[in-house]
């Protein structure tokens, strides 16, 4: 139904509109050229659409504004790092007040005790460690699986996102395990340590673990990162049976799936997890991550490890643990990421659903939109997919950076690479019915 004639038309005309209206972050950008590499400080921000990205001058709640001076309805949020919104007066003010009386000192602080027992109360695990980002987490918590289960290879799904870990880099291509298509210079190839399945594919998951040489499967609770792809009923409970029955632990990787709720879907769903990790979104855009195990995992964790050894396993880091990031941890826990901020949230995030699919049907496009929590998705096939698979086969780039572009010219950041929107607690109904008339006025043109 898409005209791609049309589509590349009004790419153009987008993407000259927006160099018209951003000339402070094109010459940001031409500055950095200078400096940074490919004049940004992170590599994949090159793909934002437009030629160059915007460069934000300050954020606030559900609002950002840039460098020429035009303000955003952010449905990116930091893609989760920041979903309870920009700047949360809690975490602002606990924060300072520890950047006063130091950072970081390589000690604990009360916090750190603080945080472990809320994790402990929303996530059910007995023990919890501290990290600086998720993807460290989950390197954390592969490198346990493999000590103490001394079993090599490691299981996830395909199409799965779990961090820079060297691990996950695998798919499937016609069904024969391969690295994964733009992975950087592979210590080892993944083929050698990790066995790949789809996700919802429970027979080959079965298949997978029949050898018990797999020391962990490692999934996010619902698939995030290609889309919102929801297990089948069952799927959870099989998964825990099957990994229980072959002696394999299971990690859940909770990062993007708290938008479930407090406790994200482990709580949520009434899971039973070896252990847990997550990041982002619980220090209120302070880099923080932690990951939580059964009193089962400390026992045997405790079993195959010494304290001479302790500072030189692979894992930790100096600046783990430190006094600033337990300080917004335990602010956003206490006082931001509640119970009645996803009340206000999820509600929202429906709203925000409701008007996406009425747009989809007013126009019968084979597209979807899918929700968990407070985090929407529309995607380009007609139903929800299954799989990692599934999803990616209805990729459509040119499409998405049409769509990304023509929404930030008309004062909408969604979520790069897909089209995601994160909705925070304050975010308000008009920024929700706002996105609707903006998402159907850039599709009416493209339509035959």
Not at 109 to 116: K, L, Q, S
Not at 327 to 342: K, P
Not at 394 to 404: E, I
Request: aromatic content about 8%.
């Amino acid at each position: 139904m898409i005209n791609r004639h049309l589509l590349q038309e009004r790419m153009i005309e987008e993407q000259t509109q927006f160099s018209i209206n951003h000339p402070r972050s094109k010459a940001l950008f031409e500055r950095a050229q200078d400096s940074l590499l490919d004049g940004v400080p992170m590599n994949w921000m090159v793909k934002w659409p437009g030629g160059f990205p915007v460069f934000v001058d300050s954020g606030k709640e559900a609002y950002f504004s840039d460098v020429d001076g035009h303000q955003y309805i952010d449905f990116c949020l930091g893609d989760t790092g920041s979903m309870v919104g920009h700047g949360p007066d809690p975490v602002v003010e606990m924060v300072v007040d520890r950047v006063r009386r130091g950072t970081t000192f390589m000690l604990p602080t009360e916090d750190a005790i603080w945080v472990g027992e809320e994790l402990q109360r929303r996530f059910g695990l007995r023990y919890w460690q501290t990290a600086l980002t998720a993807t460290d987490a989950n390197r954390f918590a592969l490198r346990l699986a493999r000590q103490i289960t001394g079993r090599h290879r490691v299981l996830v799904f395909n199409w799965c996102y779990h961090g820079t870990v060297d691990e996950t880099f695998i798919t499937l291509r016609n069904g024969v395990p391969s690295s994964r298509r733009g992975n950087i210079g592979p210590a080892v190839d993944p083929t050698i340590t990790t066995k790949v399945v789809e996700f919802n594919d429970l027979q080959a998951l079965e298949q997978a673990l029949a050898d018990r040489d797999v020391a962990c499967v490692l999934t996010e609770p619902v698939m995030t990162n290609i889309g919102i792809v929801h297990p089948i009923p069952g799927f959870h409970k099989t998964l825990r049976e099957l990994t229980r029955r072959t002696g394999t632990l299971l990690i859940i990787d909770e990062t993007h799936t708290m938008c479930a709720g407090p406790g994200g879907y482990t709580q949520a769903a009434g899971l039973e997890p070896d252990l847990v990790t997550v990041g982002k979104a619980i220090a209120g855009g302070i880099p923080a991550a932690v990951y939580g195990f059964s009193e089962e995992i400390a026992r045997r964790i405790r079993q195959t490890t010494t304290v001479e050894d302790a500072d030189t396993g692979g894992i930790g880091g100096t600046l783990a643990g430190n006094a600033l990031s337990l300080a917004a941890m335990r602010a956003t826990l206490e006082s931001v990421l509640t119970d009645s901020a996803y009340r206000r949230a999820i509600p929202l995030a429906q709203r925000f659903v409701e008007g996406v699919q009425s747009v989809i049907a007013k126009h019968d496009l084979p597209w979807n939109v899918t929700r968990l929590g407070n985090r929407t998705e529309y995607w380009f096939r007609r139903s929800p997919a299954q799989n990692g698979s599934e999803a990616a086969a209805s990729m459509d780039p040119l499409l998405d950076r049409y769509m990304h572009l023509a929404s930030l010219n008309r004062g909408i950041l969604m979520t790069p690479f897909h089209n995601m929107a994160l909705i925070s607690p304050v975010t308000t109904t008009e920024s929700i019915d706002y996105h609707t008339a903006v998402f159907e006025s850039i599709i009416t043109p493209l339509l035959e």
